[in-house]
């Protein structure tokens, strides 16, 4: 079984230093303004001077206790910006960020993410206390299947292959045979049919990924109905509201959103994906089709691109907070456990996807239909 749990921790001790730490004691003064002001020229363009004071003490907080932690912080790049660039260590897509934590000798890593990617950092960092800030971020698409699923979906299906996708809990790895990223499914899906001599794979949980991957291989793919809550709001009518109201901007769809958003859009491709085009393409106007906070961040990244931001926010990320991950660090909490023999079977579904060679450019073409090739089961 899998939990997440407080465990009882001590708190910092009570010296003249660490009470400069207590909630009353977090001031917008000249120390902090020294020490984070750098930061702010960071984010200048997407954090008002009028919103800076408020976020400043607690960020200037959370960097001294990281240090007394010996702590790193995950930062997600779905993650607001304030969290994002002035106090994450490490920034990316979640399985990035969690190898990234299994490399450093931190021996405290604390997720600014949902709860199926703190235990992933788990997963690969077992000797290390993985701290969630919030016990409320969770994830539509995680909670859309759960392990028992899986075991019954293989009982109906027995000899094919079983894919998840990341982005799900613990249990549910430990019941595949291999994961994946949204940027090398196509090649996770038909290497693993290679292997086992199979022309068909068990794609979960996320329905509209296994439709979009399904585009680009003759694999077929027996999917599950799940959905990301960000991404299955979007719709071709916005993408065509955009295109009229902000002439020539490059629209970017993450492979999660509908097959006919994928349609409308111009590129396809993982959050790592988009921001490498926007690094190296430069567009003079884009749009990112995925959470709106990672336009913030991408945007701090390249200060000479224009960039239109439809807003649909996670509720379960921005349940992470400056104050969260402050609370987590001060008190060591919220710490997740995981079962000990599920953890090692949900590493070898992970591992056997390290294993393979890092993955083309995992972009999906938007001028392929919907195949006859997929099922929902």
Not at 37 to 46: I, N, P
Not at 64 to 79: F, G
Not at 107 to 135: C, N, W
Not at 333 to 360: C, G, I, T
Request: proline share 7%; net charge negative; glycine share 4%.
């Amino acid at each position: 079984m899998v939990e997440l749990n407080i465990l009882p921790r001590p708190p910092i001790s009570a010296n003249p230093t660490n009470l400069a730490y207590g909630r009353r004691g977090l001031v917008y003064d000249n120390q902090v303004k020294a020490e984070t002001d750098a930061l702010y020229e960071r984010v200048r363009g997407v954090i008002s001077s009028l919103e800076w004071p408020a976020f400043a003490p607690l960020i200037a907080a959370i960097n001294r206790l990281k240090k007394e932690r010996d702590a790193v912080i995950l930062a997600h790049n779905y993650m607001t910006a304030e969290i994002f660039n002035c106090v994450g260590d490490f920034r990316g897509d979640s399985l990035g960020l969690a190898r990234e934590a299994a490399n450093v000798s931190a021996k405290v890593i604390v997720q600014a993410g949902v709860h199926f990617m703190a235990e992933t950092s788990k997963i690969l960092s077992p000797d290390k206390t993985v701290l969630i800030p919030s016990l409320e971020a969770g994830c539509s698409l995680a909670a859309s299947i759960t392990g028992e699923d899986v075991a019954l979906i293989k009982q109906k299906h027995p000899g094919i292959p079983v894919v998840t996708y990341v982005n799900t809990t613990a249990e549910v790895k430990a019941q595949s045979d291999i994961c994946c990223t949204s940027s090398n499914a196509i090649q996770v899906v038909e290497t693993i049919a290679r292997q086992w001599g199979v022309d068909q794979v068990i794609l979960l949980p996320d329905e509209y990924l296994a439709k979009n991957v399904a585009a680009q291989t003759k694999i077929k793919i027996l999917a599950w109905g799940g959905k990301c809550e960000v991404h299955e709001r979007f719709t071709p009518d916005d993408i065509a509201e955009i295109r009229a109201s902000h002439s020539g901007a490059v629209i970017l769809a993450h492979p999660e959103c509908p097959p006919d958003v994928v349609a409308a859009s111009d590129f396809t491709g993982s959050t790592g994906a988009m921001s490498d085009y926007v690094e190296f393409h430069k567009p003079k106007k884009v749009v990112l089709i995925t959470e709106c906070s990672m336009s913030d961040n991408v945007a701090v990244a390249n200060p000479d691109v224009e960039f239109i931001k439809p807003c649909n926010l996670c509720p379960h990320m921005k349940m992470i907070t400056l104050e969260a991950i402050y609370d987590a660090l001060l008190n060591l909490r919220h710490e997740v456990v995981l079962d000990p023999v599920v953890s090692a079977r949900a590493k070898k579904a992970v591992d056997a996807m390290l294993a393979l060679p890092p993955a083309p450019a995992g972009i999906f073409d938007p001028t392929r239909p919907v195949p006859a090739n997929l099922e929902i089961i």
